[in-house]
């Protein structure tokens, strides 16, 4: 079965000229048996499964606390660790104003999948033996523009974007949780530890809405479709 996404991968890199390949997130039960299991965050995960890794990722392996509950793999802290988690925020990473702005970030966004699955695995969509629940991935803004445009040929409904908060809640578990494609630019922390180019834009797709980007590649302008402009158009 491995390789059977494949064909997809190819002809969307081949499309809009993808200079990574996209990676494959998907929330489970069990292990994967061709990702290893090792201690990294979920930020450092992504960037290195862009790069071709792929990791099995649980409670005891995920190296990130915020990671760890913004993807459901833990419960968020209560007592003395949220208030440690609060000081952080606020005073060491600097993410935020106030305890009452990191309360409006967290409130105000969608809820993590807590307690969903066991295990997150990320890694190359192509390598990938099971369906994955979202596909990201990592462009710039003229790639991203063109993947939106086809994601909404069919039905024209804008998605809706959630942009703030960390990183790993805006590429996986907001499109998790929601079902919503959503675009990311990430979190300014998690891009400069990580390493992340400058130009990196995530665009996250819920499996299901996949079929409807390679259906619409051939007819849509964002795709191969041949652009026709009306004369006179002064464009």
């Known amino acids: 079965m491995k390789g059977i996404w494949k064909d997809m991968v190819e002809r969307l890199r081949d499309v809009l000229e993808l200079e990574s390949a996209p990676v494959g997130v998907l929330f489970s039960h069990e292990r994967s048996e061709d990702f290893?299991?090792?201690?990294?965050?979920?930020?450092?995960?992504?960037?290195?499964?862009?790069?071709?890794?792929?990791?099995?990722?649980?409670?005891?392996?995920?190296?990130?606390?915020?990671?760890?509950?913004?993807?459901?793999?833990?419960?968020p802290p209560s007592g003395e660790g949220w208030r440690w988690v609060q000081r952080f925020l606020t005073r060491g990473e600097k993410f935020t104003h106030s305890v009452i702005s990191?309360?409006?970030?967290?409130?105000?966004?969608?809820?993590?999948p807590s307690g969903v699955a066991?295990?997150?695995?990320?890694?190359?969509w192509e390598e990938m033996e099971k369906?994955?629940?979202?596909?990201?991935?990592q462009v710039n803004g003229h790639q991203a523009c063109r993947l939106i445009a086809l994601d909404t040929y069919w039905d024209g409904i804008p998605p809706k974007v959630e942009l703030l908060g960390a990183l790993c809640h805006t590429v996986i578990a907001y499109t998790a949780a929601s079902g919503q494609t959503n675009v990311s630019f990430g979190d300014w922390t998690a891009r400069r530890m990580v390493g992340f180019s400058p130009s990196a834009v995530f665009v996250s797709v819920p499996m299901e809405r996949m079929a409807g980007i390679f259906?619409?590649?051939?007819?849509c302008s964002a795709g191969t479709a041949e652009l026709e402009l009306p004369g006179g158009?002064?464009?």
Do not use: N
């Not at 369906?131 to 991935?137: E, G, H």
């Open 118 to 124: 066991d295990w997150l695995l990320i890694g190359p």
């Open 36 to 75: 290893p299991q090792e201690a990294v965050s979920i930020c450092g995960a992504l960037f290195r499964a862009f790069r071709g890794e792929g990791f099995s990722i649980d409670a005891e392996t995920v190296a990130c606390p915020g990671g760890a509950w913004h993807c459901g793999l833990k419960p």
């Open 233 to 235: 158009s002064g464009i």
């Open 102 to 112: 990191f309360h409006r970030m967290i409130t105000l966004s969608t809820p993590p």
């Open 215 to 219: 259906e619409a590649i051939p007819l």
């Open 131 to 137: 369906r994955p629940d979202l596909v990201v991935f």
